[in-house]
């Protein structure tokens, strides 16, 4: 595969997933909420989703 549609499937399925809303983003302790009945079945809960926590 040449370079350029590398990049291109690459920015493709980066654009994709951001539009899903499926973005990883480093979750802090200082964003932690407390977790309710039905939320997140792994890792911790913040106001925007939930995900694995990051220690540093």
């Known amino acids: 595969m040449q370079p350029a549609a590398l990049a291109a499937a690459v920015l493709s399925l980066c654009v994709s997933l951001a539009s899903a ?3 990883i983003t480093p979750i ?3 964003q932690v909420v407390p977790k309710n009945a039905g939320d997140c079945f792994f890792g911790v809960t913040t ?3 939930c995900g694995p926590l990051r220690n540093n």
């Open 47 to 49: 106001p925007q989703g």
């Open 28 to 30: 802090k302790p200082d």
């Open 21 to 23: 809303g499926v973005v």
